[in-house]
């Protein structure tokens, strides 16, 4: 069993730095964007089991290729819609960003290979040099 859940209160998002190469909070909402266009089943696995990202076989060609998963134009389809369908934008404060509640210990760097690959090993063994 991988130890990529409960270890972590931010997995899903040190999953995205590993296969990234790197996330900021906007990268986490552009990957969070390309994993929600990969379809309910991916998205519930991955939330769940974050180094299941590493069965992709998308994923697997990123670590290949060096190619970050990012969908930002996914973010704005219910905002697009509802100006197509009425003419009307949403209200600039009708949806809130929920980021993951970071390690209050503060002891997890994801800049740490050693640390990354003990927590995600199957995602750090794809991304990791």
């Avoid at 969908?71 to 949806?95: M, P, Q, Y």
């Avoid at 994801?110 to 991304?127: I, K």
């Amino acid at each position: 069993m991988e130890p990529d859940g409960g270890l972590l209160h931010e997995p899903l998002w040190a999953a995205a730095y590993v296969i990234n190469g790197g996330c900021s909070d906007d990268g986490f909402d552009y990957f969070r964007g390309w994993l929600t266009a990969q379809g309910r089943e991916v998205f519930e696995r991955a939330v769940a089991r974050p180094g299941a990202l590493a069965d992709l076989p998308v994923v697997r060609a990123s670590a290949a290729d060096g190619h970050c998963l990012e969908c930002g134009e996914v973010l704005s389809i219910v905002w697009n819609a509802r100006i197509r369908a009425t003419g009307r934008r949403l209200a600039g404060d009708a949806s809130t960003i929920r980021y993951p509640e970071l390690d209050p210990t503060g002891d997890f760097d994801f800049d740490d290979h050693a640390e990354t690959t003990r927590r995600l090993p199957r995602p750090a063994a794809l991304h990791l040099e």
